[in-house]
């Protein structure tokens, strides 16, 4: 956690939403997040992958045009509940 804290704060000029969620919504190697619109889920799911430099795993979405823009292998076809508070 606290390389990842590490390279959110280095970069977080450049890639500022993403930081936000590295900081905020991270827990132990999971990241869960959540966005207003199609287009600003798009834009943190490419920015979280610049900004960690490697490939993220086991995406789950409840708008499946998210899913369209990465191969089946990199997604969760886990049936998924996800309790909020």
């Known amino acids: 956690m606290r390389v990842l804290k590490a390279l959110a704060d280095a970069e977080h000029q450049d890639f500022l939403e993403a930081a936000k969620i590295i900081f905020r919504d991270t827990y132990m190697d999971d990241i869960l997040a959540c966005t207003t619109s199609l287009t600003s889920a798009k834009k943190l799911q490419a920015d979280l992958s610049k900004l ?16 369209n823009d990465i191969s089946t292998s990199e997604y969760s076809f886990e049936d998924t509940n996800i309790r909020t508070q």
């Open 52 to 67: 960690l430099r490697f490939e993220l795993l086991k995406w789950v979405s409840n708008h499946s045009s998210l899913l």
